[in-house]
């Protein structure tokens, strides 16, 4: 018969125990040491919270670039010079006529939409076994329709990018309003679905076992890596300070906090599938430090994204 064993003839707590379970309790007939569960414990957490901050990044950069490089490709088509810091026409702009500052500035809300439907297409049909895919997928979804929707508050309350477009085409201060709650309403209706998605892009159960780790992997693998990440992107991008990034960096904030009030258990989840044992993703940061030192080199040489 299977028998319970304590360890060290008592029962021990987790540690740290905001991370686990209070009490080590196990049922297999060899007791494994404590050092041996905390390690494994604590290496799962270590690789979820890196790999997301990696991917995370990693899926910003390719948002930002993407869209930047649109804005600066369809301005210089049409001759409308954009400063991409705070979105906006400089007086000495060589065209600023309404029709050619619609193309520009709608150009940047296409960019954002399409990579945005392009990113949650790809989530939707990648394999299991494929679960570094999907997250990579997944962050980029969510930093698109996130960029897309802050990027529009932002314009709107400052005459700016897309608010330069309903500045000058005399929208109402209502329909502006309307606008701004339905963009804030979007941001939160994500948000309230982001730990679903996450959650099923685990290898481990023991994130969703309880209430708590449900909340702590709420807070490693998405808030963290997002607070962590917009930090590293500032020092790669220190050459611009804009308020835009601010906004893209409350509205992920935003984002993430309905995520901490769904008290689902999921225990229905599939979890990933993975051929080799889960790990650090070297692949993807070797990716995304060629992607930093490209863009760093580009600013160098003053080609402004």
């Not at 529009?152 to 700016?160: A, F, K, N, Q, Y």
């Not at 962590?228 to 960096?249: H, K, P, R």
Request: with cysteine; glycine share 6%.
């Amino acid at each position: 018969m299977e028998r319970l064993h304590k360890i060290g003839q008592s029962w021990v707590p987790y540690f740290p125990s905001f991370l686990f379970q209070k009490r080590i309790l196990t049922r297999t007939k060899k007791d494994m040491p404590i050092d041996s569960v905390l390690k494994q414990e604590l290496k799962k957490w270590i690789i979820a919270f890196s790999n997301n901050l990696v991917l995370f990044l990693l899926t910003f950069l390719i948002v930002f670039l993407a869209h930047n490089a649109v804005l600066s490709f369809v301005g210089f088509f049409t001759g409308v010079k954009v400063n991409l810091n705070n979105f906006t026409i400089p007086f000495n702009s060589p065209n600023s006529s309404l029709s050619s500052i619609i193309f520009v500035f709608l150009s940047g809300p296409v960019t954002l939409l399409s990579l945005g439907i392009i990113f949650y297409s790809l989530f939707r049909v990648a394999k299991r076994k494929k679960g570094i895919l999907k997250i990579l997928f997944l962050w980029g979804y969510i930093n698109s329709f996130n960029m897309l929707l802050a990027y529009m508050v932002i314009g709107l309350l400052t005459d700016s990018g897309f608010g330069e477009i309903t500045w000058r085409l005399h929208f109402s201060d209502m329909m502006k309003i309307m606008l701004i709650f339905v963009s804030m309403l979007l941001i939160v209706l994500i948000g309230n679905s982001n730990s679903k998605y996450f959650y099923t892009t685990t290898f481990s159960r023991s994130f969703t076992e309880t209430r708590r780790k449900r909340v702590m992997f709420i807070i490693i693998a998405l808030l963290l890596p997002v607070v962590i990440g917009f930090g590293i992107f500032t020092l790669i991008n220190y050459s611009s300070n804009s308020f835009y990034q601010q906004a893209v960096l409350i509205s992920l904030i935003l984002l993430i906090i309905p995520s901490f009030r769904d008290k689902q258990a999921y225990t229905h989840i599939r979890l990933m599938r993975d051929p080799t044992k889960p790990g650090i993703v070297w692949g993807w940061v070797f990716v995304l430090a060629a992607l930093v030192c490209v863009y760093r080199f580009l600013l160098a040489f003053g080609i402004v994204f």
